[in-house]
């Protein structure tokens, strides 16, 4: 398919400047679900992954997982597993795999692909309702994925 | 989906994890409803085994109303606690109003609303007439606009959704029985395709929320099937009413997906499908949810 000319181009962007080096949505290698390298070639900040977690519009963890060292987020959902061991259940780069797409890992999933842009049923802008045009910007940034990856490596048992 | 010659073999140990937490179809609230109205109490099913259809895929079917916290859940037992109850007196009002070209109501054709007893658990129906997939808000619109000389009525508007309330509450009580073959076949056939479809930037379909994890928790919310024999629903949300092409708007736009338009063929078809996975639950005329 297209994905040996996608990544060279993301290969040609990446060695064009620092900025660009992050890892495209389209580029990211699922090595059986799991991701190996940094999607920011950077380690991620935990706290702002709490954030991320956190929030309604972006990863929204909260809604689905129970996170045990996040006891002041109300009403945590219990749709998926508790969160907690997470990090002793599963490598770094299986984690960022799961984070970035979960869909390589659990077929079928239930959980959203948070680094993805195109192949969408009807796609909408945000929450609007109303269409968008592929490709969509990703739910969450590199960057985002990586900080809420740096969090989810805290929780050890 | 994606990558599925990848994925199987490899992470069988990462499945069987997963396993562990597989959905446990939980906990509706174990309670009765029988709501005290006008002309006396009213038992209403909110439990009842599912219909032939849904064989291998669910074998209860439950009415929202008992995925609700005890407060909501009290305001429907008694129409006079019923934030609902108002909008059907508006809708009477309508009813008996002179609104037609020639000065005709809705009264001086069909006499009182009663004569719509019945009517409500069956729709939506493909109509022995005119062989068109009919809504309540479809019957509604024909006599508005090719018997009374008037415009449509806007499909979410509130003149719609007090008239759907006044003739649901002809049907408090009925179990819900719409056909699914015959000339219907075909719209059900696109209506179950819709509802397993994973619509969205979030690629959820209608099964993950209201058949797969029923009786989870998503964030505050407790999932419940789904099922419209509620409808029109009182949000105290919205603090308004809700029929049930408008629910749909709202849990299409939560997938961040570009929704379908009430009245479109598609939600046409789909409110058919989801009426008749509540084959057998009562008609609740006007229910009580958050």
Same mark, same amino acid.
């Given at each position: 398919?297209?994905?040996?000319?996608?990544?060279?181009?993301?290969?040609?962007?990446?060695?064009?400047?620092?900025?660009?080096?992050?890892?495209? #949505?389209?580029?990211?290698?699922?090595?059986?679900?799991?991701?190996?390298?940094?999607?920011?070639?950077?380690?991620?900040? #935990?706290?702002?992954?709490?954030?991320?977690?956190?929030?309604?519009?972006?990863?929204?963890?909260?809604?689905?997982?129970?996170?045990?060292?996040?006891?002041?987020?109300?009403?945590?959902?219990?749709?998926?597993?508790?969160?907690?061991?997470?990090?002793?259940?599963?490598?770094?780069?299986?984690?960022?795999?799961?984070?970035?797409?979960?869909?390589? !890992?659990?077929?079928?999933?239930?959980?959203?692909?948070?680094?993805?842009?195109?192949?969408?049923?009807?796609?909408?802008?945000?929450?609007?309702? =109303?269409?968008? !045009?592929?490709?969509?910007?990703?739910?969450?940034?590199?960057?985002?994925?990586?900080?809420?990856?740096?969090?989810?490596?805290?929780?050890?048992? | 989906?994606?990558?599925?010659?990848?994925?199987?073999?490899?992470?069988? %140990?990462?499945?069987?994890?997963?396993?562990?937490?597989?959905?446990?179809?939980?906990?509706?609230?174990?309670?009765?409803?029988?709501?005290?109205?006008?002309?006396?109490?009213?038992?209403?099913?909110?439990?009842?085994?599912? #219909?032939?259809?849904?064989?291998?895929?669910?074998?209860?079917?439950?009415?929202?109303?008992?995925?609700?916290?005890?407060?909501?859940?009290?305001?429907?037992?008694?129409?006079?606690?019923?934030?609902?109850?108002?909008?059907?007196?508006?809708?009477?009002?309508?009813?008996?109003?002179?609104?037609?070209?020639?000065?005709?109501?809705?009264?001086?054709?069909?006499?009182? %609303?009663?004569?719509?007893?019945?009517?409500?658990?069956?729709?939506?129906?493909?109509?022995?007439?005119?062989?068109?997939?009919?809504?309540?808000?479809?019957?509604?619109?024909?006599?508005?606009?090719?018997?009374?000389?008037?415009?449509?009525?806007?499909?979410?508007?509130?003149?719609?959704?007090?008239?759907?309330?006044?003739?649901?509450?002809?049907?408090?009580?009925?179990?819900?029985?719409?056909?699914?073959?015959?000339?219907?076949?075909?719209?059900?056939?696109?209506?179950?395709?819709?509802?397993?479809?994973?619509?969205?930037?979030?690629?959820?379909?209608?099964?993950?929320?209201?058949?797969?994890?029923?009786?989870?928790?998503?964030?505050?919310?407790?999932?419940?099937?789904?099922?419209?024999?509620?409808?029109?629903?009182?949000?105290? =949300?919205?603090?308004?009413?809700?029929?049930?092409? =408008?629910?749909?708007?709202?849990?299409?736009?939560?997938?961040?997906?570009?929704?379908?338009?009430?009245?479109?063929?598609?939600?046409?078809?789909?409110?058919?499908?989801?009426?008749?996975?509540?084959?057998?639950?009562?008609?609740?005329?006007?229910?009580?949810?958050?």
């Amino acid at each position: 398919m297209t994905r040996r000319l996608t990544l060279a181009v993301a290969v040609a962007l990446a060695a064009a400047g620092p900025a660009l080096s992050e890892t495209l #949505p389209e580029a990211v290698q699922f090595e059986r679900g799991a991701v190996a390298a940094s999607l920011t070639g950077m380690p991620g900040d #935990p706290e702002a992954g709490v954030k991320v977690m956190t929030t309604n519009a972006l990863g929204n963890c909260v809604a689905c997982h129970l996170v045990s060292a996040l006891p002041d987020v109300p009403f945590p959902g219990d749709i998926g597993p508790a969160l907690d061991g997470a990090a002793s259940r599963y490598s770094e780069a299986q984690l960022r795999g799961i984070i970035a797409n979960s869909k390589h !890992t659990f077929e079928g999933s239930f959980m959203p692909a948070f680094y993805k842009t195109e192949g969408y049923i009807r796609p909408g802008n945000a929450y609007t309702g =109303k269409a968008a !045009t592929e490709p969509l910007p990703p739910i969450l940034t590199a960057a985002q994925i990586e900080d809420v990856l740096a969090f989810v490596l805290t929780l050890k048992d | 989906m994606q990558c599925k010659s990848k994925t199987a073999a490899v992470l069988a %140990p990462v499945l069987t994890l997963a396993a562990l937490a597989l959905p446990g179809h939980a906990n509706p609230v174990d309670d009765q409803l029988v709501i005290e109205g006008e002309n006396g109490p009213v038992e209403i099913v909110t439990e009842a085994p599912a #219909p032939d259809h849904l064989k291998g895929v669910l074998e209860t079917i439950y009415s929202g109303w008992r995925f609700r916290n005890d407060e909501t859940r009290a305001l429907e037992r008694d129409d006079f606690d019923n934030p609902g109850m108002v909008f059907v007196d508006r809708g009477r009002d309508k009813w008996n109003a002179p609104i037609g070209a020639k000065g005709e109501s809705c009264a001086s054709c069909h006499g009182g %609303p009663e004569a719509f007893k019945g009517l409500r658990a069956v729709t939506p129906r493909v109509d022995e007439k005119t062989g068109a997939l009919m809504t309540m808000e479809n019957y509604i619109d024909a006599c508005l606009t090719q018997r009374m000389g008037l415009e449509s009525w806007n499909w979410t508007s509130t003149d719609m959704s007090d008239m759907l309330a006044l003739i649901s509450m002809q049907s408090r009580g009925m179990a819900v029985n719409v056909a699914i073959d015959g000339p219907a076949a075909p719209y059900w056939e696109k209506g179950k395709e819709i509802y397993y479809t994973r619509y969205g930037q979030l690629e959820m379909a209608c099964a993950n929320c209201h058949e797969q994890y029923f009786g989870h928790m998503i964030r505050a919310d407790h999932l419940s099937q789904g099922q419209t024999n509620g409808f029109p629903v009182y949000r105290l =949300k919205d603090a308004g009413l809700l029929s049930a092409q =408008k629910r749909f708007v709202g849990c299409v736009r939560d997938t961040r997906a570009e929704t379908f338009k009430p009245n479109s063929p598609e939600f046409k078809a789909l409110e058919l499908y989801v009426a008749s996975r509540g084959n057998g639950l009562s008609v609740e005329g006007v229910s009580v949810r958050h």
